[in-house]
Antibody, heavy 121, light 110 residues
Framework: EVQLVESGGGLVKPGGSLRLSCAAS????????MSWVRQAPGKGLEWVGR??????????DYAAPVKGRFTISRDDSKNTLYLQMNSLKTEDTAVYYC????????????WGQGTMVTVSS | SYVLTQPPSVSVAPGKTARITCGGN??????VHWYQQKPGQAPVLVIY???DRPSGIPERFSGSNSGNTATLTISRVEAGDEADYYC?????????????FGGGTKLTVL
């Protein structure tokens, strides 16, 4: 069964850090381009960033609101995607989903169930 | 940056046709994907590359894209179609290329 399972969410104070994980199964993770998408409470979907497969360079791209604060990485030996979030702000409060799509123009056809991150003092 | 504009809400009676639009500058030159999201659940892909349907998605769901508007059409609407719908493109034209989502449309089945 194709599956993505996020973990690591929780409550953190402004300025703090948190690392999310996304465990993949049922497909060839090492070939996949992986993204993080978030959704603030009651709001729409917002792309956070993505990492290409190592065969395609393994490079990362980020949305402007998180660039310089968030880092996406992957461990293909563990079939796991990570999102390191530093200098967190209250506006980063959201459900964070990991997802996978096919290249720049492809759709996101597999989604995890999401993990909630709350940034509050 | 590239902006996708969706109506906040669309209402339709059961059995009728719902059309949800997604506006963007020359969106017809981009590939548009559509997602359905029900409360408390992750998004589900319902249309990809403008008009293709993933396996398991009913034929009632269709898509089109031309000019400055992409459209998701749901025929013979059922109560279970009530959800939020989002369009999405890849924007390579700005200083920050990346994925762009529309603001979402809440479909209400009357």
């Amino acid at each position: 069964e194709v599956q993505l399972v996020e973990s690591g969410g929780g409550l953190v104070k402004p300025g703090g850090s948190l690392r999310l994980s996304c465990a993949a199964s049922g497909f060839t993770f090492s070939n996949a381009w992986m993204s993080w998408v978030r959704q603030a409470p009651g709001k729409g979907l917002e792309w956070v960033g993505r990492i290409k497969s190592k065969t395609d360079g393994g490079t990362t791209d980020y949305a402007a609101p998180v660039k310089g604060r968030f880092t996406i990485s992957r461990d293909d030996s563990k079939n796991t995607l990570y999102l390191q979030m530093n200098s967190l702000k209250t506006e980063d409060t959201a459900v964070y989903y990991c997802t996978t799509g096919d290249g720049d123009y492809g759709a996101f056809d597999i989604w995890g169930q999401g993990t909630m991150v709350t940034v509050s003092s | 940056s590239y902006v996708l504009t969706q109506p906040p809400s669309v209402s339709v009676a059961p059995g009728k046709t719902a059309r949800i639009t997604c506006g963007g500058n020359n969106i017809g030159s981009k590939s548009v994907h559509w997602y359905q999201q029900k409360p408390g659940q992750a998004p589900v892909l319902v249309i990809y590359y403008d008009s293709d349907r993933p396996s398991g998605i009913p034929e009632r769901f269709s898509g089109s894209n031309s000019g400055n508007t992409a459209t998701l059409t749901i025929s013979r609407v059922e109560a279970g179609d009530e959800a939020d719908y989002y369009c999405q493109v890849w924007d390579s034209s700005s200083d920050h290329p990346g994925v762009v989502f529309g603001g979402g449309t809440k479909l209400t089945v009357l």
